[in-house]
């Protein structure tokens, strides 16, 4: 079973690695290939939602490196590759090529998205999860700056990218403390862990999901991320990436709970984001800055469902809404490459222009304004019904943040389906060149899409919204009742009536989504800009000086020393050598006169006494004789001269 968790996961991520390395000699093969590997993962992750397959790898001592496909899982992971698949789909068609060129590039990236997005899914600790996360994170910061002559593009990539990292370290800090406490970092563990422990780990996860999540007071980087191109913004905001911060505080909604604070903490910052960015999206002027304050607003239901512990209303939520905001931004990618601009004042009537983009593209805004019987109508409502038993207040907000939902897709809707202005005052093609065209291949992933956000409500509504609670466990929470669901049904027809009738305010103080990026930069990037500045000077002034005048002092002692040497050392080396050589030569000459001499005498000496030694030695008697003879008398002498 495990092979088909590293099917999932190693297909996309090796047909990736293969584009991005091959280049422009695998242009003709990247949109067939990427197509096929993610069909193949859209069939492989409906067989693992049905068979559960997991592994478990050591990793470090007390955290392995798990994945498998549970209850929530199985739920998500079908969704987010088939909405990978109709957005790859879309993008390989040749109107949006020019969006995405070079293809090998842009093909090979989303694949390794796709993997990264896949493991997140299905990570069981946290070790996979963090290492998922950071792929993840980095295809998100190349992919928004895939066109990367255009500096802000990039720009916008690094803005995203830095400001999801910052709040990546929470789970950076999640991860230690969960090794710390000793439990294990297995997601089911984290409940266990001691009390102060557990507090820290459900700190870092949750602020690693609200930055993912763009939720406040981190949403900014959403409306930056609206730069790349049309394809991205489809997927990595409706089904991937921004939907991950959601899926995570799904997943950990157990550890919310249990520590008394993150649960509130959670569900507080989820409807205040869904009030404070629809009045963001109110004030947009372009069509996909719209579509980004809205992610952010109904991943705030996601998030508010988290906290609150309605892990099947906030999971319904979260797939409808995949299904519906890809729609829409596949439109908004469609009219883009048609028209040449996004910009809500020139695509009035462009619903008329093309009648079956302009229905799907309805569908997909009723959905998203909470129109019965459409998918976000019940899933929103779902949520809702746990906030009014948990608290009246969030209730009351959650219900504001409704009619604000369906107040701005009643604002995209009038424009685009108005009747157009004559041709002469259209503004086209102020951001690229249009084709003024949209083709079949470019329609058949919004009707899927548009089938999706029709039907997908029932994920909410008996009897499938009763089996769902059941499949993932969560039988106690909270049902919308029927009058709950006619009161959202009729609210959000009442603020579509009233935005047809007199239109909507446009605040400009909200249209640069409250100064969020402004505040970001003013109250962190700047000061650590200044402290970095502050350190530079310090190094410049203090350290970079100090390490001059040290190199100046030990460059002084080295000529001091090499003077010393030159005229001290050297000359009493050169005396003692010349010394030296003197008693050698001295040596030499007593050795030959004195010692040579004294020996060669000694030998010369008894060479003699030897010769004359050896002239008695002749055999004769007479001579034996005449020597006892003198040897008795010379013994004779001695004795005489002892006594």
Known sequence: ???????????????????????????????????????????????????????????????????????????????????????????????????????????????????????????????????????????????????????????????????TRTADLGLYGATAAALAAGTGAAFVELPAAEEGWRHVIAAGVLLAALGKAAQLPFSFWL????????????????????????????????????????????????????????????????????????????????????????????????IAHAATKALLFLVAGAWLSALGTKKLRALRGAARRWPLVGVAFTL????????????????????????????????????????????????????????????????????????R????????????????????????????????????????????????LVLSAVLALAVLLLVARVGVPEPRWAARWFGLERAAHVLVVAPVLSLARALARFDDHVVDRGLLHGAALVARTARGAAHVDDTHVDRAVTATSRGTSAAAVALERADTGGIDAVVRAVGRGARRLGALARRPQTGQVHQYYAQAAVFLAAALILLLLVR
């Not at 507080?268 to 869904?274: F, H, I, Q």
């Open 1 to 163: 079973m495990s092979a088909l968790l590293w099917t999932l996961v190693g297909l996309p991520a090796l047909a990736g690695t293969l584009l991005c390395l091959g280049g422009r000699r695998l242009t003709r093969i990247a949109a067939p290939l990427s197509v096929t590997v993610v069909a193949l993962i859209t069939v492989l992750s409906v067989l693992a939602a049905v068979r559960r397959p997991a592994l478990e790898l050591p990793f470090i001592t007390g955290a392995g490196f798990g994945l498998a496909v549970d209850p929530l899982s199985a739920v998500v992971l079908p969704t987010v590759a088939l909405v990978a698949l109709l957005v790859l789909v879309f993008a390989s068609t040749r109107d949006i090529a020019g969006e995405v060129s070079p293809p090998t590039r842009f093909h090979g990236l989303m694949l390794i998205f796709v993997a990264a997005v896949v493991v997140t899914v299905t990570a069981t600790t946290l070790p996979a999860l963090l290492f998922a996360w950071e792929v993840m994170g980095a295809m998100s910061y190349a992919l928004i700056g895939f066109r990367r002559q255009d500096q802000d593009r990039v720009s916008a990539g690094l803005t995203a990218f830095l400001t």
């Open 223 to 318: 409306s930056r991320a609206m730069e790349g191109p049309s394809p991205v913004s489809a997927l990595l905001h409706s089904a991937a990436m921004v939907a991950m911060g959601g899926y995570l505080l799904l997943r950990v909604a157990p550890l919310l709970q249990v520590t008394g604070w993150a649960g509130a903490v959670t569900a507080w910052v989820g409807v205040l984001t869904a009030l404070v960015l629809g009045v963001v999206a109110l004030a947009q002027k372009d069509l996909k800055q719209l579509l980004a304050a809205s992610t952010a607003a109904q991943l705030g239901f996601v998030v508010l469902g988290a906290g609150l512990g309605a892990v099947a209303g906030g999971t319904a939520h979260l």
């Open 364 to 435: 997909g805004a009723l959905s998203l304004a909470g129109v019965a019987p459409l998918a976000l109508w019940s899933t929103k409502d779902a949520v809702l019904a746990a906030a009014r038993e948990a608290s009246p207040g969030l209730y009351v907000i959650g219900l504001i943040a409704s009619a604000l939902s369906a107040a701005y897709a009643g604002k995209a809707l009038v424009i685009v389906w108005r009747r157009p202005r004559p041709a002469t005052s259209l503004n086209y093609d102020t951001e690229e060149q249009g084709s």
């Open 437 to 484: 065209r949209i083709g079949l291949w470019e329609e058949i992933p919004l009707l899927v899409l548009a089938a999706g956000a029709t039907v997908l409500g029932v994920l909410a509504l008996p009897p499938v919204g009763t089996t769902l609670r059941v499949f993932l466990g969560d039988e106690g929470s909270s049902t919308a009742s029927w009058w709950e």
